[in-house]
């Protein structure tokens, strides 16, 4: 289970490092694609993304069925597979770290299943949105 928030500096050669209390539930790889929805990356253990892209393996032609292997196709086209070194480090190779503008400062956020890994600047942004959206629908506005 993945949970919290950390903050991290990734290096020149676009290695960042996994917090500790990450570390024990992923395995020597990991999977790291891009978000459906925000300009973020998600990582996965392997084990989670065979989960997440069972609907890819269904030959039916149930709309729903279709649908979600859309989206399964979507995670599987931009996803890398990447093994952790000894230093507790992953590579984030290019394409991956320019679509969630991630060049230096990082936030990892647990999701339960997954971890987020936000530049921290678009995370921020993010926040705030959400923040001010939940707080208008408290108020009732």
Known sequence: MFHGTHYYNMDSKGRLVLAPCFRDHLGSKVIVTRHLYYNCLMLFSQEKFNELCKPHKSNSFNELETQASNISNYYLDYSQIIEIDNANRILIKDPLR?????????????????????NSELLSESNKRRDESVRKKDIGS
Request: with cysteine; charged share 35%; proline share 0%.
């Open 98 to 118: 320019d679509y969630a503008k991630i060049d230096k400062e990082c936030v990892l956020v647990g999701r339960i299943d997954y971890i987020l890994i936000w």
